[in-house]
Every structure is written in C-alpha cells, then in structure tokens.
C-alpha cells in the first residue's frame, strides 16, 4: 500500500515550485535539482514491499556491456502490433544475448544521441522504472543462471545473485507454474519517490504508465524477435521483492516471461 504525502514531501514539492517560477532553470534542471533535494535531505515514507532496513544489493559482481541494440529489424511495427499475443507457454530453446541485449534495449535503453532519455515515454523525464531479468542455466547463451540488473548508462547488466529463480518467483505468483518454463522472467519495478519529489501522489499513477509502455515495448520487440512474452500482474510484491534482491524501496509491478513459443 501506497502512503499519502507526508509533510516533508509537500514540503518539497512545494520548494520545487517555487525555484520554477523564481530561477531561470529548464525542465531538466527542475527534475535534476528536485531529485537531488529529495534524495538527500527528505527521504520519502514510501518504503519496499520487502519491509525496512533492506540493503541494496552488492556490488562486487563485475558488470557486462550488453551488445549494441539494431536499429533496424526484418518486421515492421505495423505487423508487430497485428501479431502480438500473450503466450504462457514456452520451449526450452536458449535466448541469445544478442536478444537480451535488443529486449532490455526497447525496454529502457538509452535512445538519445549523447543524452539521457530512453525508450519508453516518463513523465518529466523522471524514470522510476528498473529492469531486472532472471534468466535459468543454459536459458541464455553464454551466460549463466541468475539474477541481473539493467543500467541503462552504458547498455549493462549486473549480476546480483547466481540462483535461478524463475520457479520460486513462479510460485509467488499465486502458483503460475507456466512462468518457470520460460528461459527469462523480467521484472519491472518502481521506485516512486524519483517521481513524487516532482509530481507528489500523482506521480504514483505516471510510475504505473510508464511501466505499462515499458511492458509493451518488451511485447513488441520480442514478437520481431521472434519470441512471445507472458505477462503477470498477480504476485506477492513481498516474496518476488525479496527473492531477486531488488534494491531498496523499489516495488515490482509485472513480471514478463520471455522465450520461444511452446
């Protein structure tokens, strides 16, 4: 459950109208100056599922440069729309990371030339949205089984833990065993105090919308892939927090399994 706005975010909302209309700042800078203020003097009431006192995860797992996105695929948008269909059952043919790398791209890549913004549409250019991605043993090519985080700066992944997961976070899923089946299982999660410090509570609902462009770009992108997507809304926000390790006060809200149709 999601908290009203507390006075410290009011407070800073207000503080962020103020230095709009009274400095000469874009946009951008609002959104930047907002954010910092936010993060470092008034840390929101809006906590993780998983509970208080969760740590991020460790970072002592090297990082791995994803191969660069195409930008030009073999199947126009127009039939990608036509085609797409949500699919809940899949073979156990391996993704490729060429695959992973094009899917995380049209999730939340970086699409601007020497910039920041991304794939999928936020409001204010805000981006609460993660991506995490668990992926089973020989599932894809070349990588090993695990939990991964996507950093959009610089087209990443992290690995956070060497466990496959997919059958646990199947089972948090009110039993939708079908999910364990897929070779990846993507998580997208908010962290709605990046969002809030700008917009307040109405920022809730514009994390929700950008979850949802998010989920149908990965839809998209897999179906010119060749691939198909699931998509699951039903969990335990507390049990899938906990088992892929996501970093504090960020809330999952769909999981997409991804693999070759069954």
Avoid at 5 to 27: G, P
Avoid at 101 to 121: H, L, M, V
Avoid at 138 to 166: N, Q, T, W
Wanted: overall charge positive.
């Amino acid at each position: 459950m999601v908290n009203r706005m507390n006075k410290k975010e009011k407070a800073l909302s207000r503080l962020i109208q103020i230095a709009r209309r009274n400095i000469s700042l874009s946009r951008r800078q609002v959104c930047q100056f907002g954010a910092m203020v936010g993060l470092s003097f008034l840390p929101l009431q809006i906590r993780h599922a998983s509970g208080k006192g969760r740590k991020p995860f460790k970072k002592k797992e090297t990082k791995m440069r994803l191969l660069p996105p195409a930008l030009d695929g073999d199947m126009s948008l127009e039939m990608a729309i036509k085609q797409r269909r949500t699919i809940r059952s899949f073979s156990s043919k391996p993704v490729t990371q060429e695959q992973l790398a094009q899917i995380c791209w049209a999730a939340q890549g970086i699409t601007e030339d020497n910039g920041f913004k991304r794939a999928s549409p936020s409001a204010g250019a805000l981006y609460p949205a993660d991506i995490y991605v668990i992926a089973g043993e020989e599932c894809i090519v070349g990588m090993a089984a695990g939990v991964y985080h996507y950093e959009p700066k610089g087209h990443l992944i992290e690995k956070i833990s060497g466990e496959d997961r997919r059958r646990d976070v199947a089972i948090a899923s009110l039993g939708q065993m079908w999910m364990a089946k897929a070779p990846m299982q993507f998580v997208v999660t908010a962290e709605y105090h990046r969002i809030t410090c700008k917009y307040g509570d109405r920022g809730i609902r514009y994390a929700f919308m950008e979850v949802g462009h998010i989920a149908q770009n990965i839809f998209l992108q897999c179906q010119t892939l060749g691939l198909g997507a699931g998509i699951v809304g039903a969990f335990d926000d507390v049990k899938v927090a906990k088992l892929i390790g996501t970093k504090e006060n960020h809330e999952p809200l769909i999981i997409l399994p991804v693999g070759y149709r069954g």
